[in-house]
């Protein structure tokens, strides 16, 4: 029986990893948890292949232990979105070390880290990315993964670690968090609370939870991925435009007629920003949050489909189409 262990197991993409691992007889999940993680997305797992295991994410010998007898290595967990730098440094890049350092001497045979398109930076211009561009982050959340990517290529060529990394866009789907990721603009949309900002002819790829989950498990089945950076995408590059009418579509709402200039709104949020490091604070929204949602976000995923055959199963129209259905039936009782 196959052995995996998975941090952010609890959080929304690692709950619908679980919930398909569970479901293979041949699989046994361990999950790292702190001992205030919510285990509510997991509740309706009867499977008996689950293990929990209860540790310190700063703690050497917890990551150790968690590692024994391990065959597979998912590393989910991250902060996102929001946080300091001191965070970011040592929870995304020295949390990661620690683990993939003790996956090293715990002889663990594979080991996937989902990193993020972030690590791009984003670009003015029209363009989609492929695995070989070099990466240019620009938010601490960007940063620390590219770290995190680079010290992984430096174990692989090193120690001859057998690892894969995955590059994800904006991932969306039900059950997702309404503080913040792609749900937090649906329900603003939904209430009339949301003005696109830019001309909205910006490229941006997104991938809806199933397609995600089916990329990690294609990558943890095939010995040919060993050693390779791939991105994972839905199938459609639309434009942020294309994406927002979409959305207005399905909720039955028709969206803002009006779009605020990019040049009048970036000023002001390069001001917050500012104020934050100078008064230590941490801004309501994401870091860049105007520079990201305007820029061109996009990639290609023609590498792994050569590689490994896979593509999405769904597409973006449906996935979404899913992810509003699901908001509706819970907006509806909010």
Known sequence: MKKILITGGTGFIGSYLVRELTEKKSVHVRLFLRDTSNLKRLKDIKSKNIEYFKGDFHNFDDINKSLKGIDTFIHLAAILGRGKKDDYQAFNVEVSKKFLNFAIKNKVKKIIYLSTIAVMGGTEQAYIYKEDDDPRPRTLYGKSKWEVEQYITHLVEAFGMNATIIRAPAVYGPEDNFDRGF????????????????????????????????????????????????????????????????????????????????????????????????FKFIPWYPENYISDITSNYACSIKKINAELKWSPKISTQDGLEKTIQWYKSLYMTR
Do not use: W
């Open 183 to 278: 749900i937090r603009i649906i329900d603003l949309v939904a209430r009339n609370k949301y003005l696109p900002v830019g001309n909205l002819k910006n490229l941006m790829s997104l991938i809806y939870i199933d397609n995600l989950v089916d990329a990690i498990l294609t990558v943890s089945e095939n010995q040919r991925a060993n050693g390779r950076i791939y991105f994972v995408a839905d199938r459609e590059i639309l434009t942020t435009g294309e994406t927002y009418k979409i959305i207005c579509k399905n909720l039955g709402v028709p969206g803002s007629r009006f779009c605020m200039p990019k040049h009048l709104i970036l000023p002001v949020e390069r001001s917050i920003e500012l104020a934050a490091k100078i």
